[in-house]
Nanobody, 124 residues
């Protein structure tokens, strides 16, 4: 089992920045590919970004490319999502997810473990 706890969400004005963190415990963090997803009210959970367990490859949704950056610190068992130039449409609950595999993954069903989420609200 892997336990994931997100933090760093909050209220920010459009154009602002936030950094989300996801702390993992329970298993060897460096064995897991990590992803960030988000879910806005009335919408399905959607992919945001993913990173391989070796920190060598990343992949982003088109809607956040160039504004968001995913990174990880395997020594701290933490994955981050730096969010810049935030827009009101980025408002959602943000979730991190983990899968014990070497590649990166974009589908909700690819992941085995999920955090409880952190709320991000961007005001216009």
């Amino acid at each position: 089992q892997v336990q994931l706890v997100e933090s760093g969400g909050g209220l920010v004005q459009a154009g602002g920045s936030l950094r989300l963190s996801c702390a993992a415990s329970g298993r060897t963090f460096s064995n897991y590919a990590m992803g960030w997803f988000r879910q806005a009210p009335g919408k399905e959970r959607e992919f945001v970004a993913t990173i391989t367990r070796s920190n060598s490859n990343t992949y982003y949704a088109d809607s956040v490319k160039g504004r968001f950056t995913i990174s990880r610190d395997n020594a701290k068992n933490t994955v981050y999502l730096q969010m810049n130039s935030l827009k009101p449409e980025d408002t959602a609950i943000y979730y991190c997810a983990a899968r014990a595999a070497p590649s990166y993954y974009r589908a909700y069903g690819d992941y085995d473990y999920w955090g409880q989420g952190t709320q991000v609200t961007v005001s216009s």
